[in-house]
C-alpha cells in the first residue's frame, strides 16, 4: 500500500528533477573534495554552500506550494516554521560547544553565561544529543501548525483574513524571539558553532556532507508531496482549493484536510530550516520577519504555484539573481525583486513552469487536431 502511494509520485516531471538533485547531491561534493582549485570543474567551499542554502529555500518554497498550490492557503507565515526548525538545530549546535565557548561554561551557552543565567532553562534539555534535536524540527513547527491550523480551519477562516492572520503569527514570534529573558540568544540569535556530530561544521567534508542532505532531502520531500497531490486524497485537495463549499457538502471534513496538509507542511518547513541553519552558520531572529514569508510566496509565484517543480527553480532562480544582483545593485534589490513580481503577475500568471507546461500542452493539442482520424484502421483524409 505504501509503495503503490509513492509509485503515483513517479511522473515524468517529477522522475526528471528527482535525478538532476541526486546527480548534484553527488557530482558537487566530489567535485569540492576530488578535484584541486586550479581544475576549471572545482566547485569551491563557499559556492556549494552558497547553492546548499539556495536548495534549503527550494524546500521551503516546496512545502508553500503544498498549500498554496493544491489548498489554496495563502500562508504568510511560513517562516516561522523554517525558523522554527532552524532553532532546534541552532540548539544542538550550541550545546555542542561546551567548554569551547568565549566564557568555557561547559553546559550554559554564551550568551546566557553574559546575562548571568544560573542554569539551562528547562526547554534547552535534551537539545545535547542529535536525535532529540531532530525530532524536535519536526515536533515543534507541526505542534505550531496543529494548533494554529486546529482553530482556525475550524473557525472556517479564508482568503485574505487567513493570510494576514498568518502574518501576524510569524510577527508575534519575531519580537518574542528577540527578548533576552526568552532564552534563545536575543538579538544575535545563535552562532559560532564547533562541530555536528563531532565534525567540524567547517570543513569541508563537513559542508559537502551538508550539501548533498539539502539535495536528497528536497528530493525525498518532492516525491512525498507528488504522491500527496497524485492520490485520491490529493483530488480532493484540490477540490477544496477550487470550491471548497461543494466538497463539504459531500460530506469531507474540510478543517481536516488542511489541517493535516498544513502541519505537512510546516514540518517540511522545519527541516529546510534545519538544513539551513548549520550551512549558514547564524540562527537569529530575522528570520521570522514578515518579509522573509512574502519573498518565499514570490519565489513560489515565479517558478509556477501548483506544478511542485516551479517553486524549486523559482527560488533557485530568484535567490541566485539576489545574489548577483546585491553585489552590484545592493540599494535597488527591492525594487526588482518587486518589479520580478509585478511582471510575472501581468505576463506569467502561471510562472515559468506553469507557462511552459500550457505551452506544451497546446502544441500537443494542435498536433493531434492535425492528425488524421482512423476509422476501422483504415486513414481518413482530414475534410
Known sequence: MITSFFLRALEGRIVAMVAVLLGFAVLVPMSNLLLGPDNPLHVPTYVMSLLGKYLCYALLALALDLVWGYCGILSLGHGAFFSLGGYAMGMYLMRQIGSRGVYGDPILPDFMVFLNWKQLPWFWYGFDMFWFAALMVLVVPGLLAFVFGWFAFRSRVNGVYLSIITQAMTYALLLAFFRNDMGFGGNNGLT???????????????????FALSAIMLALCLILASAIVRSKFGKVLLGVRDAESRVRFL????????LFTFVVSAMMAGIAGALFVPQVGIINPGEFAPANSIEVVIWTAVGGRSTLIGPIIGAVLVNGGKTIFTGVFPEFWLFALGGLFVLVTLFLP??????????????RAAQAAETPTHLNGKPQAAE
Do not use: P
Open 350 to 363: 502561471k510562472g515559468i513552469v506553469g507557462t511552459v507546461a500550457q505551452a506544451l500542452a497546446k502544441r
Open 251 to 258: 460530506g469531507f471534513r474540510v478543517e481536516n484536510i488542511k
Open 192 to 210: 559560532d558553532y564547533k562541530d555536528i556530530l563531532g565534525f567540524s561544521v567547517q570543513s569541508d567534508g563537513t559542508r559537502s556532507v551538508l
